[in-house]
């Protein structure tokens, strides 16, 4: 079955860095799109990055283009989110997901809160 483990979320200052981490198990990592989705409370969910795990091709959101970069370590099944310069509004729960065959697998969140 399709595992997703997220982590590395915490509470930094704004400008500061954290890199959160996607672990995939119980499936073929390089035939999926791992994608990075945020949610804030009071809003909608939204999409940040994601990546085709086969050539690593990458989609940022205009939001945290230059800010983010997603990258991933095919021997470890694992796909990262480095997020730098970070802001208030970059504060929300941040979702792993993995798509494949039109159907959508999502992991659960890690908390990312960032202070002014």
């Known amino acids: 079955e399709v595992q997703l483990q997220a982590s590395g979320g915490g509470s930094v200052q704004a400008g500061g860095s954290l890199r959160l981490s996607c672990v995939a198990s119980g499936f073929n990592f390089e035939q999926y799109i791992i994608g990075w989705f945020r949610q804030a409370p009071g809003k909608e969910r939204e999409g940040v990055s994601c990546?085709?795990?086969?050539?690593?091709?990458?989609v940022y959101a205009d939001s945290v283009k230059g800010r983010f970069t997603i990258s991933r370590d095919n021997a470890k099944n694992t796909v990262y989110l480095q997020m730098n310069s970070l802001e208030p509004e970059d504060t929300a729960v941040y979702y792993c997901?993995?798509?494949?065959?039109?159907?959508?697998?999502w992991g659960k969140g890690t908390q990312v809160t960032v202070s002014s």
């Open positions: 990546m085709d795990g086969y050539d690593g091709r990458t």
């Open positions: 997901t993995a798509l494949h065959q039109f159907i959508n697998h």
